[in-house]
């Protein structure tokens, strides 16, 4: 049988353990570590600006988009409550955008623009508006990948020039690789309710087919590729102290 948990890193369900499974830890740290990374290639390196960068980021991804994510047919299977989820939807995501109007207000004013288009992308992404049209693997990389640094370059250097997009592409590639892979662990962890099978090999000898040999080899990938963003975006920060 497929496995229970729903993602490798989902703890056993219930109370406390299911706000951390919501957190998603992993992949938040991961999609912060480009935060950190586009802010560290700023010529000069501003640590106030890029911790409230980083801050905004983690409440509007790692608590807001998960919080609207669960919302729809509880892919994690958490029991919170629908109305708590929406709660720590909302207030999150308003703290995210205060943080970021107030960093465009008291550093670069252009920087407003960045608020609006990250709130649309957290909304249209995450409750699959128009008929989901941009929740797709294209827009998890532009919206969790790209859009990431290039929001750590501006809040810290208050421009934007070809070292950011230039990230902003490996991110964009680098999610398009985790999506790659995600998408058919989550597959067989939330879809697949019995598998059935035997690999029969050249010398004669086979091995039975179960949900962990399907996903394993995705799985490791995805653990390395995440430690690996983290282990980059703290190379950086120690290179720039």
Do not use: K
Not at 65 to 74: F, I, P, S, T, V
Not at 77 to 102: E, F, K, N, W, Y
């Amino acid at each position: 049988m497929p496995s229970a948990r729903p993602a490798w890193y989902a703890l056993e369900g219930g109370s406390w353990r299911d706000y951390v499974t919501l957190l998603h830890p992993p992949y938040t740290a991961w999609h912060l570590s480009y935060v950190v990374i586009g802010g560290c290639l700023a010529p000069v390196v501003a640590w106030g600006r890029l911790g409230a960068a980083v801050l905004a980021f983690g409440l509007a991804v790692g608590i807001g988009a998960h919080a609207l994510d669960e919302l729809r047919g509880r892919p994690l299977r958490t029991g919170i409550p629908s109305t708590v989820l929406v709660g720590l939807a909302a207030s999150s995501i308003a703290a995210a955008c205060a943080i970021g109007l107030v960093g465009a207000l008291t550093f670069e004013p252009w920087l407003v623009v960045l608020v609006p288009v990250g709130l649309f992308l957290v909304l249209a992404y995450n409750l699959e508006l128009l008929g989901g049209t941009f929740h797709s693997d294209l827009w998890f990389g532009l919206a969790w990948g790209g859009f990431p640094v290039v929001c750590g370059y501006a809040a810290v250097a208050g421009s934007l020039d070809a070292a950011a997009f230039l990230a902003a592409a490996f991110a964009v590639l680098l999610s398009l690789a985790q999506r790659s892979l995600s998408n058919h662990v989550r597959f067989v962890r939330r879809r697949v309710s019995s598998i059935e099978g035997r690999l029969e090999l050249r010398d004669g000898s086979g091995t039975e087919l179960d949900a962990e040999s399907l996903i394993a080899a995705e799985e490791r990938g995805l653990r390395l590729l995440a430690a690996a963003s983290v282990m980059l975006a703290a190379a950086m920060v120690a290179f720039r102290l």
